[in-house]
């Protein structure tokens, strides 16, 4: 599986971004899939996941009520839609993806994209 990811760029703070995430897969509509994200100098962290198997989505604390995750199935896409953003939202973005439906509070993902910057400036 390749994933794709765009729609990064500068942004100001309280501003809007929405990212794209392209799967090969040929299970993308079962498949999990997820947003993470590495900030300068700091670990890459959990961002939300959305798992196709009953429709649920899940968020990290610090982006829920202004983060959301969707999917087009027939796309293969999913998307991070980012709103009233702060500075601190800024880094890396990595999309990923999975076959096995575990809790999404599990973080292990096989596949991953190769990133897209975020930042928003104060």
């Known amino acids: 599986v390749q994933l794709q990811a765009s729609g990064g760029g500068l942004v100001q703070a309280g501003g809007s971004l929405r990212l794209s995430c392209v799967s090969s897969?040929?299970?993308?509509?079962?498949?999990?899939m997820a947003w993470f994200r590495q900030a300068p100098g700091k670990e890459r962290a959990f961002v939300g996941a959305?798992?196709?198997?009953?429709?649920?989505?899940y968020y990290a604390d610090s982006v829920k009520g202004r983060f959301t995750i969707s999917r087009d199935n027939a796309k293969k896409t999913v998307y991070l839609q980012m709103n009233s953003l702060k500075a601190e939202d800024t880094g890396v973005y990595y999309c990923?993806?999975?076959?096995?439906?575990?809790?999404?509070?599990?973080?292990?993902?096989?596949?991953w994209g190769q990133g897209t910057q975020v930042t928003v400036s104060s």
């Open positions: 897969g040929e299970t993308f509509n079962s498949d999990t």
């Open positions: 959305n798992r196709r198997r009953g429709g649920t989505t």
């Open positions: 990923a993806a999975r076959h096995e439906s575990r809790q999404l509070t599990d973080l292990v993902y096989a596949y």
